[in-house]
């Protein structure tokens, strides 16, 4: 396992290809704040998608959800670096947005699998 770090020049593109290739993935998202310790703010929610503006000088946008009843809007505001943890395998695990006041806010899929092992399940 090792981790990437994502050159903020490319989290627009990064983030659109991530969505593509992990939409509807089950996801966990915890805030890890110094005041507060690790907060889980969703488990087991589908990806819908991260969005991050094309400048990247704006908040990063976490969507979760598939049902009115159950969805997420997470924002992450300052966001200061991209990391993404990658298996042996190849296969992406989790992403961590790193804010300006320290805070983590950490992805991590329930199983993580290479996209083409899912046998048609990810959407093309």
């Known amino acids: ?5 994502v050159p903020r020049t490319e989290w627009f593109r990064f983030f659109e290809e991530f969505s593509r ?11 890890m704040d110094s005041r507060i310790g690790s907060q889980v703010e969703a488990s087991d929610l589908p990806l ?11 908040p990063i946008s976490l969507h ?9 809007e997470h ?5 200061r670096q991209v ?3 990658v298996s042996d395998q190849g296969a992406e695990q989790a992403l961590e947005v790193i804010s ?7 992805i991590e899929f329930r199983v993580p699998v290479l ?3 899912l046998d048609g399940v990810v959407h093309p």
């Open 48 to 58: 819908e998608g991260i969005v991050s503006p094309a400048d990247a000088a704006g």
């Open 100 to 106: 300006g006041n320290g805070t983590r806010t950490i």
């Open 75 to 79: 924002e992450i505001s300052s966001p």
């Open 83 to 85: 990391w993404v943890e």
């Open 21 to 31: 290739r992990h939409d509807g993935w089950l996801v966990t998202v915890r805030v």
């Open 1 to 5: 396992m090792h981790n990437r770090l």
């Open 64 to 72: 979760l959800g598939a049902t009115v009843s159950r969805n997420l």
């Open 115 to 117: 996209p083409e092992e």
